[in-house]
């Protein structure tokens, strides 16, 4: 017999039911579905919701917004210029000369000029540039010789395509580095070579800024200066007297409301498929907490262990090795000196709207804002006045004594450096030390300040925990900068975030003994409209390429001094919970630098307990530079156990240092030299090998300075 029921028979079950019993059933089923149909056919989210919380002026400039070019060619030619200054910028340095020689060649040669993002275009584009336009690179090396992420394209054009045609492009560059670094300016080296063989035509020597020595400002200037002495003498510019022309329009607004202004909250970068970068796309309010003094109480420096709460923010996201932005804001006393020397104390809470006075310009500060919001968050007051600008503020100078005094520091690079070796010098000091008490800067426009301090940028701090261990939990490192100006001096120059954290953390654990001092810079550690309250800072995460193996069996080689020992505390931690877990670790070495094992042995204790954890498979080697009359390196601890090291590096094991770039340059030397040395090896096969071992990262670094 049939299992399933004749429809007669069904219709006859049915039919059998009484009526209220169905329509209850009916009810029923309809409430199901439109359960089923929640969020599909009904109660969806309103994707426009998000507009009745936009500033007014938001909304009104997405309405108008129209689509970019990304055909430089083209831009040129809608805006009517005459020269393009690239940038690919890592850190804010490269894009803040770029702006700068767009303002001064139109200045003083006459050269309608544009600055441009080298990401915002595509790179094949540059081959459609006509032969009576020029185009300037100004370019950084960043890392490991490698281009900026916003040269990634452009790089990737060049040095991979193999029909690149630019036998109409005239061009001049500019390349950012520093000699403490293996690859110094090896991007604008490589880059010019693409472009001269590809048919370019240089019509200026290629300049390279040297910052070990603190140079690039004054190598910028010379070579900025035979720029506009070549589009002079040689391609038919003018030669003008630079005085001052604004670029960009400040207006004060009286009809905005604070609901409308920018008033400190960080301003995130813009994004596209196009726009390449390793930041993640969320800035956060993270909670510090926990923080933590690592030097000893004999010490009189400072190195911080801070900690901050993800568990908030699911967007925000870490693996082990990445780094951490953290947003700092200026201290008080600076902001205060600077509004009270433009005499413009009583209208800093005034909304301000700023603007480009000519429509393919671009800033980097947000509008509409305050000067309040501005001083204290967006740029960066306490930066070192350059020279140029020292010569630039000679026309504003509120009296013939303080046009002298600019007149002679700006007209003589000696007399410059002698006064910045001796002085704290911020743009309010300056005006200050100009002014000598006697009169402010009113007649020193705001747009001029806008234009020539740098925006202030986030910090970036080596993430120093395992996203295995504690995922939600990220921790810094950070040593804070205090630097005494002269021996005869006692003034001191501080570092800008690293003290930020500081008083922070003295916020924090005021019952703590710490080493404070009570005249340390105060900063509005609440935060723009309080939303850094509760021991909050903003944040972000950028991802890193510095990284251990996937396989947990494979043995590595750490070399650290300092606060490099950062994301090798991380890696350990993350071998020992894989370890705990039963998986099999390979080998590891960890080289540690720092002055006294009882001053400045960064996580000395946790270190000991892992290394007993591990049973044999790490090895820690230490090298405390002032315990003994002659100092002792890090480098010098690997050259005497180069023979492990070798040992290490010719089976697989992998290479990881990090710190300082002149320790990592001396490193390397020792590193190259013992491997030399096993091998037999000439120079050419030691070469070779450095970088394939490179190029598969199995050499790895993660410098600074």
């Known amino acids: 017999m049939s299992n399933y029921i004749s429809y007669p028979h069904a219709f006859e079950l049915v039919c059998d039911i009484p009526i209220d019993d169905v329509a209850l059933l009916g009810a029923a089923v309809a409430a199901f579905a439109a359960y089923l149909l929640k969020g599909t056919l009904w109660n969806k989210p309103d994707p426009y919701q998000s507009t009745w919380f936009e500033r007014p002026q938001e909304q009104d ?26 940038f690919g910028s890592q850190s804010g340095t490269a894009e803040g000369f770029a702006n700068r020689l767009a303002r001064e060649l139109q200045l003083r040669s006459g050269a309608n000029t544009l600055a441009a993002d080298l990401s915002d275009y595509e790179a094949d ?40 045609n630019l036998m109409n492009l005239r061009y001049a560059a500019f390349g950012l580095g520093n000699q403490n670094y293996k690859y110094y300016n090896r991007v604008v080296d490589v880059v010019t070579e693409a472009l001269s063989t590809a048919g370019a035509i240089a019509f200026l020597p290629t300049g390279r800024a040297d910052d070990s ?16 002495q070549v589009l002079q003498k040689d391609l038919g510019y003018e030669q003008r007297e630079s005085a001052y022309e604004p670029t960009i329009s400040v207006i004060e607004d009286d009809s905005l409301t604070p609901i409308d202004l920018h008033l400190g909250e960080p301003i995130e970068a813009r994004r596209s498929p196009s726009k390449p970068s390793l930041l993640e796309p969320s800035v956060a309010a993270l909670p510090l907490v926990k923080a933590e003094e690592l030097f000893a109480t004999s010490s009189n420096r400072n190195c911080l262990h801070m900690e901050f709460d993800l568990s908030g923010f699911p967007e925000v996201k870490y693996k082990t090795g990445d780094h951490m932005a953290i947003y700092p804001s200026n201290p008080e006393e600076e902001v205060s000196r600077l509004l ?21 310009a671009k800033f980097s500060v947000p509008t509409p ?26 026309q504003f100078a509120p009296s013939a004594k303080a046009k002298n005094f600019l007149h002679r520091l700006g007209s003589s690079k000696e007399a410059y450096s002698d006064h910045i070796l001796r002085n704290h010098v911020t743009m309010g000091r300056l005006l200050e030390q100009a002014a000598q008490g006697n009169n402010n800067w009113k007649a020193l426009p705001v ?34 900068n205090s630097r005494q100006i002269h021996t005869t001096s006692p003034e001191r120059i501080l570092g800008l975030t690293s003290n930020y954290l500081l008083a922070l953390k003295h916020a924090v654990k005021e019952e703590d003994n710490v080493k404070s001092d009570s005249n340390g810079p105060t900063y509005m550690l609440e935060g723009p409209n309080h ?33 490099g020992i950062a994301p090798f505390r991380g890696f350990l931690q993350e071998r020992a919970r894989l370890q705990s ?23 000395r204790k946790e270190l000991d307990e892992m290394n007993r954890s591990f049973n044999g498979k790490l090895e820690i080697v230490t090298a405390f530079s002032r315990e003994q009359e002659s100092k002792i390196y890090v480098q010098d601890r690997v050259e005497e156990h180069a023979q492990k090291v070798v040992e290490m590096l010719q089976t697989d094991a992998i290479l990881y240092i990090c710190g300082a770039a002149a320790m990592a340059r001396e490193v390397s030397k020792k590193v190259g030299e013992a491997m030399k040395h096993s091998n037999r090896w000439d120079d050419g096969q030691l070469k070779a090998w450095c970088e394939r071992a490179k190029r598969i990262k199995r050499w790895q670094e993660d410098v600074w300075g």
């Open 61 to 86: 400039s997405a309405r108008n917004l129209k689509k970019e070019t990304r055909d430089i060619s083209q831009k040129l030619e809608e805006a009517n210029k005459d020269i393009v200054v690239f």
């Open 125 to 164: 584009s540059i081959a459609r540039v006509p032969s009576t336009k020029l185009v300037v690179f100004i370019l950084s090396t960043f890392g490991e010789g490698d281009p900026s992420d916003n040269t990634a394209d452009l790089w990737e054009w060049l040095t991979k395509s193999t029909s690149v």
């Open 213 to 228: 020595n603190g140079g690039t400002e004054e190598d910028f200037m010379e070579w900025r200066d035979s720029l506009c």
């Open 340 to 360: 009270e020397m433009l005499g413009l104390e009583d209208r800093k809470e005034i909304p301000l709207s700023i603007s480009a006075l000519d429509p393919a």
């Open 369 to 394: 804002t305050t000067l309040q919001a501005l001083f204290q968050h967006y740029l960066e007051i306490c930066a070192p006045v350059s020279r140029d600008t020292v010569n630039s503020l000679c």
């Open 447 to 480: 747009t001029f300040l806008v234009e020539i301090i740098p925006p202030l940028r986030p910090r970036y701090y080596s993430i120093s925990s395992s996203s295995v261990v504690q995922a939600r939990q990220a921790s810094i490192t950070a040593i804070v």
């Open 531 to 563: 939303a850094l309250e509760g021991s909050k800072v903003f944040a972000q995460i950028r991802r890193s390429k510095f990284k251990l193996p996937l396989i947990a069996s494979h043995p590595i080689v750490m070399i650290a001094a300092g606060t």
């Open 581 to 603: 877990m039963g998986r099999d670790v390979g080998k590891m070495m960890l080289f540690f630098g720092c002055r006294r094992s009882e001053e400045d042995y960064l996580y």
